[in-house]
């Protein structure tokens, strides 16, 4: 007679602990930036009555960070740490903490203090009061060198052009999402720039802005260079090619291999009228070669799509592969 009422009451428990706000922070060599961040972390959500945990990604650092985090941890209970064996990047130590997070609501923050903690309150009413799925900061007056600001701006129009999401600034580690939100995205190379993009793929589209404040580095050093950019961008690119052709890759390979069939048979037919008929010499024509060649990359594409389509056929003719949103009725 008693189980279930315990298990009842576990359950209404672990519902009530559910913090107002987790915070996940990626962390890679930040040791002397990690007690204040706390600590500001501590007064912004205190003064504003909120209830929180703080989820401190270690990503395999060098520089005692997570000595320090175990100090952290030890002195308060709402301080948790997670320690990866060696570096695995920011999309790694976002997506173990998105999995662990268990706030209503959840938002990344950058260790570095470049993130004002104090936004914490001001980006949680937003989402509330406006409806967001996410609110992503847009760091309006950078406090950073010229040759961060620059491919920056570059990476933010091509992502707004390609992804048709209206952000400014994609590259902000602030940002903070309704818990379900963070449960739908599988967050992975250097797409931690995209969660938004992906959010929307999911179907949680309501995107917001707000700006933030951004502050100037005090401790250690940047570990983004162009490099990192140019992994983003290919990262980009698969993101787009997987949300919009992941389950139909025929459309994809079937019609650029269709033309390129297409295109060559017709040089083809035209070239042998021409020696057929007119009886030119065609050996040594270049249209004979660039034919063949479009012939077989056609039907090599088109092959593709036909293997593409075996691929994802078994996860499409499954139920589960759609997320319901909600159900009424008996
Ligand atoms: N987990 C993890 N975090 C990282 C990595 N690289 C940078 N970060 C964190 O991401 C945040 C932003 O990095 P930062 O170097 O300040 O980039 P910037 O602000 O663009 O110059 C900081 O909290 C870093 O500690 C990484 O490889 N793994
Ligand atoms: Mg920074």
């Given at each position: 007679m008693t189980t279930p009422d315990v298990a009842v009451s576990a359950s209404l428990v672990s519902i009530d602990d559910a913090p107002d706000v987790s915070l996940v922070v990626p962390v890679y060599d930040e040791a002397e930036s990690l007690p204040e961040l706390v600590e500001r972390i501590r007064t912004a959500c205190d003064e504003a009555g909120m209830t929180f945990d703080v989820w401190l990604i270690d990503d395999g650092s060098r520089d005692g960070s997570w000595g320090v985090i175990e100090r952290l941890a030890a002195d308060d209970s709402r301080i948790r740490g997670v320690r990866f064996r060696r570096n695995y990047g920011k999309s790694a130590a976002l997506a173990v903490g998105f999995e662990r997070a268990a706030g209503d609501l959840v938002m990344t923050l950058d260790?570095?203090?470049?993130?004002?903690?104090?936004?914490i309150p001001a980006m949680a009413a937003m989402l509330r009061e406006g409806g967001y799925d996410l609110v992503s900061g847009w760091k309006q007056k950078r406090h950073d060198p010229f040759e961060k600001r620059l491919p920056s701006k570059f990476f933010n129009g091509v992502t707004r052009a390609i992804s048709g999401i209206d952000l400014h600034d994609f590259n902000s580690g602030i940002k903070i999402y309704r818990r379900e939100v963070v449960k739908a995205v599988r967050v992975y190379g250097e797409l931690h720039r995209y969660v938004p993009l992906l959010a929307k793929w999911e179907g949680y589209d309501r995107i917001g802005e707000k700006v933030v404040q951004h502050h100037a580095r005090k401790h250690g050093r940047t570990k983004f260079g162009l490099e990192r950019y140019l992994r983003g961008f290919l990262d980009l690119l698969t993101v787009v090619f997987l949300t919009r052709y992941?389950?139909?890759?025929m459309h994809f390979f079937g019609g650029f291999g269709s033309l390129a069939f297409l295109a060559g048979s017709l040089m083809g037919l035209w070239i042998s009228v021409d020696k057929l008929v007119f009886g030119h010499p065609i050996g040594d024509r270049p249209l004979l070669l660039l034919a063949v060649t479009l012939v077989i990359v056609g039907t090599v594409l088109f092959c593709t799509g036909l293997l593409g389509e075996l691929v994802v056929r078994p996860k499409m003719e499954r139920t589960d592969a759609f997320d319901i949103a909600e159900m009424v009725g008996g």
């Open positions: 260790a570095d203090l470049q993130d004002d903690p104090a936004e992941l389950t139909r890759p």
